[in-house]
């Protein structure tokens, strides 16, 4: 079973091919310029604060498709978009609201199966922010 951590950071996963541009990561690459990964190879990507950076993200949806087998699932965990931190970061690109995963052809070659709002409390700030978390399954 290949799982693939997409834009890893500093969550190194053991086990894991973690995947990002930096040294730390088992892959360097830069997952806009394609992924270096054989079709159908994938079993499970957990994109975790990662799409809000991509620029062209239909490019890196049709990369995923390409990598993940069918049946495999994709975790994405974003900034939700009415929360201060979506954009409180220069890097973002874009927001996602619940839409951006429930309208199908957003996803195409994906099935939704799971949704989910997640709050904190940021301890420096004390406000709320929030996250979408969304399971994909690849058709």
């Given at each position: 079973?290949?799982?693939?951590?997409?834009?890893?950071?500093?969550?190194?996963?053991?086990?894991?091919?973690?995947?990002?541009?930096?040294?730390?990561?088992?892959?360097?690459?830069?997952?806009?310029?394609?992924?270096?990964?054989?079709?159908?190879?994938?079993?499970?990507?957990?994109?975790?604060?990662?799409?809000?950076?991509?620029?062209?993200?239909?490019?890196?949806?049709?990369?995923?498709?390409?990598v993940?087998?069918?049946?495999?699932?994709?975790?994405?965990?974003?900034?939700?978009y009415?929360?201060?931190?979506?954009?409180?970061?220069?890097?973002?690109?874009?927001?996602?609201?619940?839409?951006?995963?429930?309208?199908?052809?957003?996803?195409?070659?994906?099935?939704?199966?799971?949704?989910?709002?997640?709050?904190?409390?940021?301890?420096?700030?004390?406000?709320?922010?929030?996250?979408?978390?969304?399971?994909?399954?690849?058709?």
């Amino acid at each position: 079973m290949l799982n693939l951590n997409l834009g890893c950071g500093a969550d190194y996963r053991e086990g894991w091919i973690n995947y990002d541009l930096e040294a730390k990561a088992d892959v360097c690459g830069n997952c806009e310029e394609g992924l270096p990964f054989k079709d159908h190879s994938v079993d499970f990507v957990l994109a975790s604060h990662v799409l809000e950076h991509v620029h062209d993200l239909r490019a890196l949806k049709k990369e995923l498709h390409r990598v993940m087998k069918k049946g495999g699932v994709l975790v994405v965990v974003v900034p939700y978009y009415l929360s201060p931190d979506a954009w409180g970061d220069d890097t973002h690109c874009r927001a996602f609201s619940k839409q951006s995963f429930v309208i199908s052809n957003f996803w195409p070659g994906f099935k939704l199966f799971e949704l989910q709002v997640q709050k904190r409390v940021k301890l420096a700030t004390n406000e709320e922010i929030e996250w979408l978390v969304a399971k994909i399954r690849c058709l």
